[in-house]
């Protein structure tokens, strides 16, 4: 699987995994994956597999 550019070596994994281990939470988040934006509903139960492509964008407030 590929994440922001990054490719991984990684048949299966969980994506709440993946932000935990990353120090990401969900609510500063948004995910494209395989050229879709997946809702923040489905976070919880995503799997992303060997041949996926995700893009995580994080908001950062500012002013």
Do not use: Q
Not at 45 to 58: F, M, Q, R, T, W
Request: glycine share 10%; aromatic share 10%.
């Amino acid at each position: 699987m590929i994440i922001n550019g990054e490719k991984l070596d990684f048949k299966e994994l969980k994506f709440m995994d993946f932000l935990k281990e990353k120090g990401l939470k969900a609510e500063f988040i948004a995910l494209e994956l395989n050229g879709e934006i997946v809702s923040k509903s489905e976070f919880e139960n995503l799997i992303l597999k060997e041949n996926d492509k995700a893009e995580i964008v994080s908001f950062v407030g500012g002013g």
